[in-house]
């Protein structure tokens, strides 16, 4: 086991943007073993820590355990700090407060290390109360072993009931990570990301790249391959003239692409976007949208076009 690969007062709220490493590992959606392979995540991994861009976001559940192991090997081999940000999956049969503690562990062990920055509830699978998994929570806070809480995919009630449930032990909730992007802006409409503003919760957003349809690669024409493809037919029809958009106004701001273009319109709003990359090229486009701000009339314009396609 390493000492400990994570900074010594860390905050999320200077964080610009991280890494997604759901991919890492899963072969059943993302084609690992196939389209890319441990030497891409071993240069997707080295070059953005090389860029200062060490917020990794994995979970127990990715490739049932192989993304913490991939990042865990890989944490092996540097000096450089981590912020490694995992998550516990309420699966229905773990209804004790310590299942919680018992699978942290065993994400400690797949990530070789004695301690996360965050530590996330996967989903609001409520058999466990909130109020429960919070104090399982606040026991992992005290053991040392997580500096951080978050939760994902929770609703404004649950999220507050999450806040309040940890404030009794004066922990405050760090993070909800949530599907937030270009094509599905419901946190906005539903008021979610003023409740979290308001509460000091950062939103982690995941899919921020909507899964790589908002890079404009992929066409109705060229759809993106596997599990995508006929998930997104219809989706890729409508959003062509976004997609046309992001590409004009990227143009404007030196040559951004529309995944750059994608990821900045997130940081504006405040989240904290969280890009799956499978390979060294992916890092280097997605870290080209951090250090430049999109216009108040660029983001203006975004938000009425996606409002032409995006629930
Ligand atoms: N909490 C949750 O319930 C939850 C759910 C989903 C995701 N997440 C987290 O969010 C992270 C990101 O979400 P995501 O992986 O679903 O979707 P995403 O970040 O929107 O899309 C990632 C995919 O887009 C493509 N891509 C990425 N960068 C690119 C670039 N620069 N140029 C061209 N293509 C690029 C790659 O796939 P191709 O090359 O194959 O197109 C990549 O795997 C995950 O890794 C995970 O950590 C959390």
New binding site residues.
């Given amino acids: 086991m390493t000492e400990n690969t994570t900074a010594k007062s860390p905050s999320l709220d200077n964080l610009e943007i991280g890494?997604?490493?759901?991919?890492w590992g899963d072969r059943f959606f993302?084609?690992y073993g196939g389209?890319f392979n441990d030497q891409d995540i071993e240069a997707a991994f080295r070059t953005s820590l090389d860029a200062g861009i060490n917020f990794i976001?994995?979970?127990e559940v990715?490739g049932q355990g192989r993304s913490e192991q991939i990042l865990g090997q890989l944490m092996q081999n540097t000096n450089k700090p981590v912020l490694v940000a995992t998550?516990f999956f309420p699966y229905p049969w773990r209804l004790a407060r310590r299942s919680l503690q018992n699978a942290l562990d065993h994400s400690l062990k797949r990530l070789q290390v004695d301690q996360v920055f965050l530590y996330?509830i996967?989903?609001p699978l409520l058999l466990l109360p909130i109020g429960t998994l919070m104090d399982a929570m606040a026991d992992a806070v005290k053991s040392g072993k997580i500096t951080a809480v978050g939760v994902?995919?929770f609703s404004k009630s649950q999220t507050q009931r999450a806040y309040t449930a940890l404030a009794r032990h004066n922990i405050p909730l760090a993070s909800n990570?949530?599907?937030y992007?270009l094509l599905n802006r419901q946190i906005e409409k539903n008021g979610l990301l003023a409740r979290c503003r308001a509460m000091g919760v950062r939103v982690i957003a995941?899919?921020?790249?909507?899964?790589?349809l908002?890079?404009g690669?992929?066409s109705p024409e060229s759809p993106?391959?596997g599990v995508?493809g006929p998930r997104y037919a219809s989706l890729l029809k409508n959003i062509q003239p976004l997609i046309a958009l992001m590409k004009e106004i990227g143009k404007g701001q030196g040559d951004k692409?529309p995944?750059q273009v994608a990821l900045n319109w997130l940081i504006c709003k405040g989240a904290l976007?969280?890009?799956?990359?499978?390979n060294l090229?992916?890092?280097q486009?997605?870290n080209g949208s951090i250090g430049w701000r999109l216009t108040e009339d660029e983001i203006a314009a975004l938000d009425a076009a996606s409002d032409e396609v995006a629930k």
């Fill in positions: 890494v997604g490493a759901w991919a993302w084609n389209s976001d994995t979970a990715y998550k996330q996967h989903w994902s995919n990570q949530v599907e992007h995941y899919s921020p790249l909507a899964q790589g908002l890079t690669k992929y993106p391959p995508r692409t995944g976007p969280i890009p799956g990359a499978k090229a992916q890092i486009q997605n």
